[in-house]
């Protein structure tokens, strides 16, 4: 993806966010961005229930690692937890049902 002319490696932000304790995954995908161009946009699964309230703080603490590890434009504008990842058969992340819940938020069919 590319953020305010600069090539963001989606790998590169996933491999920071799974460094944070209590990331057990985390998919990284781009979204349309008026100022931007594009802005990062970063899942992430939790290891304990994200449901139980936790889910606030891990986001907080993947924003303060990522803000300490990347690049401010490498830096997710968002950060959902959620409990877990669309995956194919052989486990790789589906990426396109993320941007198409993307899209879907966007045009304001989802909170």
Not at 2 to 16: K, L, Q, R, T
Not at 54 to 77: I, M, T
Not at 90 to 105: A, D, F, Y
Request: hydrophobic content about 40%; cysteine-free; glycine content about 10%.
């Amino acid at each position: 993806m590319i953020v305010s002319g600069f090539n963001v490696y989606p790998s590169e932000v996933e491999d920071v966010i799974r460094e944070v304790s209590g990331v057990r995954d985390a998919a990284v995908i781009g979204v349309t961005d008026d100022v931007t161009g594009e802005a990062v946009v970063a899942y992430v699964v939790a290891e304990a229930d994200p449901t139980d309230g936790l889910g606030d703080g891990l986001a907080d603490v993947v924003r303060e690692h990522a803000a300490a590890r990347l690049a401010r434009f490498k830096q997710p504008s968002r950060i959902e937890v959620v409990d877990e990842l669309p995956l194919t058969v052989t486990g790789k992340v589906q990426k396109g049902r993320l941007r198409g819940i993307e899209r879907r938020r966007q045009l304001g069919l989802l909170e």
